[in-house]
């Protein structure tokens, strides 16, 4: 086992490009290797109106069916104690020198962080509560990320019967009460965030994507009459998902008249999204959503919206092309409807 370990006395922004950035401040980085595996390690601390922003949104992957049991009662007078770990395959290689590098904004997006421990010093005793993350296995962990979601949930379970068998051997009690709390969990594992089931989504269908922020992914899509930029855009708190395609074309400001009277001619009778134009510089972006307030986003309503979004875009991009050539705008719809 090899450990290093640096004090910090700063303050560290999350999610430093997200709606709601999240100071925290920094206590202690480090990195642990067991037989070669590492381990990076971050301890914050944040006050009470800080930590119900990352429960509630469920920052550093901190779902509730990933929660242990709460010990004691948090107080509202003093800081709590948050133990970090980067997820495993976002470790850089070689790990620097200068651990303070991997407090750079590449790093420091809460989702790429997993809660191991929440607690208080109260009294000389610890308060507060232990994750899944922290019983798992390193090991079975980090291949668990490389494998992907349902992988995560296998290893989930497998904790979930080790501890089941251990309480055979337990007194009423503590454990008990544990066990109580991982039931709860197996009830709510439908309970996914937004974002996993769209990656998980992309992944299947072999969409490369860029993670250029926190609830928000940046995609290409080649049709059959050209090809563009994608976003799909995820609204965690809201229950939202967007997605955009981006037109390959600008329009100029000359035929921004007429190509927002094509547009209003193509949005009449759309069922699913609509086309949209931004007047100060001409960009066109098609847009479908979906809103999920107490349901759930499914990877079949992903593939609905993104499809259906993919598919207007590309039936419809030569009718924008020939306005921008000249093509009056009846001609134009007729071409393409």
């Not at 094509?262 to 960009?283: H, Q, S």
């Not at 479908?288 to 309503?301: F, K, M, P, Y």
Request: charged letters at 30%.
């Amino acid at each position: 086992m090899s450990d290093r370990n640096l004090e910090l006395n700063q303050e560290i922004i999350f999610d430093a490009e997200h709606e709601t950035p999240l100071p925290v401040q920094g206590v202690e980085i480090g990195v642990n290797s067991d037989e070669g595996l590492p381990e990076v390690s971050l301890k914050v601390a944040v006050d009470g109106p800080s930590y119900e922003e990352i429960e509630g949104k469920n920052r550093f992957n901190l779902e509730k069916r990933w929660r242990g049991e709460m010990t004691g009662e948090f107080l509202s007078d003093r800081p709590l104690y948050l133990e970090l770990m980067l997820q495993p395959d976002r470790i850089p290689d070689p790990i620097p020198e200068d651990l303070r590098i991997i407090l750079s904004p590449e790093y420091l997006q809460s989702e790429l962080w997993l809660a191991l421990s929440i607690y208080q010093e109260v009294n000389g005793e610890r308060v507060g509560y232990d994750t899944f993350w922290k019983r798992a296995n390193l090991t079975e962990l980090t291949q668990a990320f490389q494998m992907g979601a349902q992988a995560l949930e296998t290893l989930f379970n497998v904790v979930q019967e080790g501890l089941e068998g251990a309480l055979s051997e337990a007194k009423e009690g503590k454990f008990t009460q544990f066990m109580r709390q991982l039931e709860e969990w197996t009830e709510e594992e439908d309970e996914r965030s937004l974002e996993s089931v769209v990656r998980e989504f992309f992944h299947e269908d072999d969409w490369e994507f860029i993670q250029l922020k926190s609830g928000l992914l940046q995609l290409a899509f080649q049709g059959d009459n050209g090809r563009w930029r994608c976003y799909a855009r995820i609204h965690e708190a809201d229950k939202q998902f967007i997605f955009y395609s981006i037109c390959p074309v600008a329009v100029g400001e000359e035929y921004r008249g007429l190509m927002a009277e094509f547009l209003t001619k193509a949005n009449y009778g759309m069922i699913l999204g609509n086309f949209e134009l931004d007047f100060t510089d001409g960009e066109i972006r098609y847009k479908t959503s979906i809103d999920v307030e107490n349901d759930r986003l499914s990877l079949a309503l992903v593939r609905s919206l993104v499809y259906a979004n993919v598919t207007i875009v590309d039936r419809y991009l030569p009718g924008i092309v020939s306005v921008l050539e000249g093509s009056p705008v009846s001609d134009a719809i007729e071409r393409v409807e």
